[in-house]
């Protein structure tokens, strides 16, 4: 008697790995990656998992607080081939300032200081007397929010703010000359901070005699056109 029987053998092979180190700052990420050689369909284990988008896939992304050497695993069936890569994490410059918040009338100042391990630069750089030192003077005619910014060596940044509240302010003269000697000719309050405003001027008995709304306005002492007697006038700003 004869027979014949057959049997398939599926040969599997350890495949070649490439990685690369990465450099990183703090809190920056960082896409991780192993080429496999020949190509073909693996599966794929990164340990350690931590820090890391997908833990089983060629790419993932890293995310470490820290340096973090991780070692990743590719089976080509029952056998497998490793390799290890490092992802180097650069620590953050310090960087705080004060104060923090402050409430200021127009035309005042503040001073901004910066404390940190590394040069500052202060940014935006209106109304700031200095923009590369620790500590600079603020006098805003707007609400700012400014940012001190750090850099280290390695090109990792870190910042903090500071920000600044004007309040509106105004001064109302308390008398004026309209007599055509260019000297004083016109009733008009200063405002400072204000985009718009209403005033009123009445006379002695509650007439309104004058009404304007531009911050740029004023009054030249005249009532339809023809001068009003030299008297005691109330006015009103809203």
Sequence with gaps: CKGAASIDINVFYPVTLDTRDTVICEKDLAHIQVTVSPPGVYTYTWNPPSGLSNPFGWNPIANPPVTTHYTVTVANGPCFSKDTLNVVVFPLPVVKVTPHMSEVFYGESVTLVAQSNYPVTWTPADYLSCVNCYTTV???EKNMTYFAIAVNELGCQAFDTARIE??????VPNTFTPNYDQLNEVFKPLFSGYLKVDVWVFDRWGNEIIHWN?????WDGTFHGKPVQEDTYVWKIV
């Excluded at 004007?166 to 001064?171: L, N």
């Design 166 to 171: 004007v309040e509106p302010a105004f001064y």
């Design 214 to 218: 531009d911050p740029e306005g004023g």
């Design 138 to 140: 603020a006098t805003p």
